[in-house]
T-cell receptor, first 113, second 107 residues
Framework: ETGVTQSPTHLIKTRGQQVTLRCSSQ?????VSWYQQALGQGPQFIFQ???????GRGNFPPRFSGLQFPNYSSELNVNALELDDSALYLC????????????FGPGTRLTVL | KNEVEQSPQNLTAQEGEFITINCSYS?????LHWLQQHPGGGIVSLFM???GKKKHGRLIATINIQEKHSSLHITASHPRDSAVYIC?????????FGTGTRLQVFP
């Protein structure tokens, strides 16, 4: 148990729809990162939030956006879903930006039809 | 070329065998992580290291900073070790992942 939870566990959407995925970090962890893992691939960095502000972004278009809340929860929003967005979405929290130990959630598997 | 490369991609072993998974990277890092991912997706952190060697039970991880190379060893492998093992490096506040090594250990 890492103390990081994600919801929902599975989700099916159709192309063009919007989706919100949720992550609840360990209490006190002010940094959360989101990753996309396509089937058979390693996770790819989407973005990181630190103290409720975006603090780094990978090579993902603006239709991927996020929010982080004071209660250590966060959201990943994806607009205008495309078939290639089908993947496992992982969040990982850590105590602070300067620490390396990350705690992963179980992931949300998104299928876009 | 990926910034983090792992080998082999797939590995099968008989129970009891000694297993080695390799990772090489081409970027500056503050730490290297070995992670385990079971079917269903959950990722568990096995090791985080920035120098030398760490041991936890039957698992040993080593890193050579000069050669930008790390290895994960599993001694006396067991079917419950079957999983995907992922190497990741901490680089400018984010993790860069390898594509993983799928390990199957048969009784």
């Amino acid at each position: 148990e890492t103390g990081v939870t994600q919801s929902p566990t599975h989700l099916i959407k159709t192309r063009g729809q919007q989706v919100t995925l949720r992550c609840s970090s360990q209490s006190g962890h002010n940094t959360v990162s989101w990753y996309q893992q396509a089937l058979g691939q390693g996770p790819q960095f989407i973005f990181q939030y630190y103290r409720e502000e975006e603090n780094g972004r990978g090579n993902f278009p603006p239709r991927f956006s996020g929010l982080q809340f004071p209660n250590y929860s966060s959201e990943l929003n994806v607009n205008a879903l495309e078939l290639d967005d089908s993947a496992l979405y992982l969040c990982a929290s850590r105590l602070d930006r300067g620490t390396d130990t990350q705690y992963f959630g179980p992931g949300t598997r998104l299928t876009v039809l | 070329k990926n910034e983090v490369e792992q080998s082999p991609q797939n590995l099968t072993a008989q129970e009891g065998e000694f297993i080695t998974i390799n990772c090489s990277y081409s970027v500056g890092i503050s730490a290297l992580h070995w992670l385990q991912q079971h079917p269903g997706g959950g990722i568990v952190s096995l090791f985080m290291l920035s120098s030398g060697k760490k041991k936890h039970g039957r698992l040993i991880a080593t890193i050579n900073i000069q050669e930008k190379h790390s290895s994960l060893h599993i001694t006396a492998s067991h079917p419950r070790d079957s999983a995907v093992y992922i190497c990741a490096v901490s680089n400018t506040d984010k993790l860069i992942f390898g594509t993983g090594t799928r390990l199957q250990v048969f009784p």
